[in-house]
């Protein structure tokens, strides 16, 4: 019975663990959508702040600044939903801040009365936003700095009772926050790696090789791909069934990831296809690596495309790696073909 251990779990746990920052192949980190759920909760920010002087409420201090806010920010949320297909990243950071900043302004607005928490509720919207699109870190970024103003507010009308409100009130934020956070970060490394190998799929392969191609670029060091097929994978499903043909896949990446260099990358994107990004490494040192795979597995035969890269997209690269793959299928598989990229 094979199992991922040692090394190789190491590797695989190392992939999973990759930040990944917001991509436009990802519908839930689509700037425009992320861009437009934060102008609604702009929007719907400006609309509780002139509820306060619309409807009835508890006597604000300073309600003209309430009213102030309202006026200023339903404007700025209709703007960024209108625009949100052609805005930039930063839109996102500035709309945060403001956000924070008008929600603090309005907690002092309600003066030392149990009323600020009511718009304190609202740094919630924003932190739980952070935590769903962005980044982890910079989601506590964010509620740290809401937590930092929301005290500062405070302290210019403090009571003594204000540092509970304070505490309960950061408590009721940063625990859903946190689960929010967790939850989505689970979610996506479900639809980043395969669930069989555990190793990265496509979809995580298509957003790590511009970073890859960056640094190869800028530290003028090569970078190669190598494109694999297993060889023989359907005559075993066929002879024993899909559970050893899955037992072969897991025996396969077991061995080939504890063979791997440390910052070598290897997706699965098929049924028996699979990807090995070798960054700092030319053809001479691909194929090297590919023999390395070998003689870690060599009960698992399997055919080898190496390819190094030369400037040109994701797409050429894996093709003119899949046309070294069919070429060694061709040959007798079993064999590495080598070749530049067109």
């Excluded at 409807?55 to 600044?65: F, G, K, N, Q």
């Excluded at 496509?202 to 297993?230: C, K």
């Amino acid at each position: 019975m094979w199992s991922i251990s040692g090394r190789a779990e190491d590797v695989v746990r190392a992939q999973h663990d990759i930040d990944v920052p917001p991509s436009l192949a990802d519908p839930s980190t689509h700037l425009p959508t992320t861009v437009g759920w934060l102008a609604s909760l702009i929007f719907a920010g400006a609309l509780g702040a002139l509820s306060i002087s619309l409807l009835p409420y508890w006597p604000i201090e300073h309600a003209d600044v309430d009213w102030a806010i309202g006026w200023v920010m339903m404007p700025v949320g209709a703007v960024m939903w209108l625009l949100r297909a052609r805005a930039a990243e930063w839109v996102i950071h500035v709309g945060l801040v403001v956000g924070i900043c008008c929600i603090t302004a309005s907690v002092w607005a309600a003066g030392p009365t149990p009323e600020s928490q009511a718009a304190a509720l609202f740094y919630g919207f924003l932190s739980a936003f952070a935590s769903a699109f962005l980044q982890r870190r910079l989601a506590l970024t964010y509620l740290a700095f809401a937590g930092a103003l929301y005290l500062g507010a405070l302290l210019m009308n403090w009571r003594a009772a204000m540092a509970t409100q304070w505490a309960v009130n950061m408590f009721a934020i940063i625990v859903p926050c946190v689960v929010i956070s967790t939850l989505v970060k689970q979610l996506r490394g479900l639809a980043l790696h395969d669930a069989l190998t555990g190793l990265a799929n496509r979809r995580l392969l298509n957003e790590i090789m511009p970073a890859s191609f960056s640094m190869s670029r800028r530290d003028d060091r090569p970078l190669s791909v190598v494109a694999i097929d297993l060889d023989g994978l359907k005559l075993v499903n066929d002879r024993f069934g899909h559970a050893a043909g899955d037992q072969l896949l897991r025996a396969a990446t077991s061995s080939w990831t504890a063979a791997l260099r440390t910052g070598d990358f290897l997706a699965r994107v098929g049924g028996d296809e699979f990807v090995l990004v070798l960054p700092d490494a030319d053809e001479r040192g691909a194929e090297a690596t590919v023999q390395r795979l070998r003689e870690s597995a060599p009960q698992v035969a399997f055919s080898a495309g190496v390819v190094r890269w030369t400037g040109e997209s994701l797409e050429e690269l894996l093709q003119s790696a899949d046309a070294g793959l069919y070429a060694a299928k061709n040959t007798g598989r079993g064999r590495t073909v080598s070749k530049y990229a067109a």
